[in-house]
């Protein structure tokens, strides 16, 4: 099986959920064995960050990686979209902090590399087969993520967690959700539609005049399981 990039460029426009800033990404085609990497065009040198595990110095409220003392947050929703579609390669030209939050979900980069198209590369796809358990736990919060071999994708969340159901909370407790691919359910249905919650009312003043209501702006994409998905789809 072939690597797979994008078969044209595509820009995506709006605020950032943290700074409430107005960013533009750009997402571009790249060359074989280039992988995801973010370049932020605003800043000196424009300096070009590897999307890669070793490079996250948070997940706070979102994923953020680093290198040196420049950062992107919020990567989570685009790099989930291009994943789930099989691309391999992709340069991000970022002129901000963060990912613009579009609605709050990743299928607005899902439906805009659809509407691009892919193109087949040259070079084979590197694949990663789970030949035994391998678990991560946090002692501190008892979070756990566990990876088991089995003959097809089988994802299970279990989360403690506060249920949002008709604009008001119906207490915490455990919630899992299990997803299995190929299944019934595509993710462009699913996972894609999965939107963030913002679980305090907070307004974020951008300092150019405009303001970010998180909790107003995102009260319209939650349901019952959306946080549980929301989650999920970020490791698959």
């Known amino acids: 099986m072939k690597q797979i990039t994008l078969n044209g460029e595509f820009t995506l426009k709006g605020k950032g959920l943290h700074t409430g800033r107005n960013i533009e990404a750009t997402f571009c085609p790249a060359p074989d064995n280039h992988g995801y990497k973010i370049q932020r065009t605003d800043v000196e040198g424009q300096p ?127 919630y899992s959700h299990v997803f299995t691919y190929p299944g019934t359910r595509k993710y462009s249905d699913v996972r894609a539609n999965a939107a963030a919650v913002a679980d305090f009312h907070i307004v974020v003043d951008s300092g150019e005049g405009t303001n970010l209501d998180v909790s107003a702006y995102f009260s319209a994409w939650i349901y019952a399981n959306k946080v549980v998905v929301h989650y999920l789809f970020l490791i698959i």
């Not at 607005?108 to 087969?129: C, N, R, W």
């Open 48 to 174: 070009v960050i590897d999307a890669l595990a070793e490079n996250v110095i948070s997940t706070n409220r979102g994923t953020v990686i680093g290198k040196g003392d420049v950062t992107v947050s919020t990567i989570e929703h685009a790099m989930s979209a291009l994943y789930a579609l099989g691309v391999d390669n992709c340069l991000i030209k970022l002129d901000g902090p963060e990912m613009p939050i579009l609605d709050g979900s990743a299928k607005p980069f899902y439906d805009s590399i659809l509407a691009v198209g892919m193109v087949e590369q040259t070079q084979d796809k590197d694949f990663y087969y789970v030949k035994h358990k391998i678990e991560v736990v946090d002692p501190e919060t008892g979070s756990k993520l566990m990876c088991l071999p089995a003959d097809k994708c089988l994802s299970i969340l279990a989360a403690e967690l506060e249920v949002l159901r008709n604009g008001a909370y119906d207490g915490s407790g455990k």
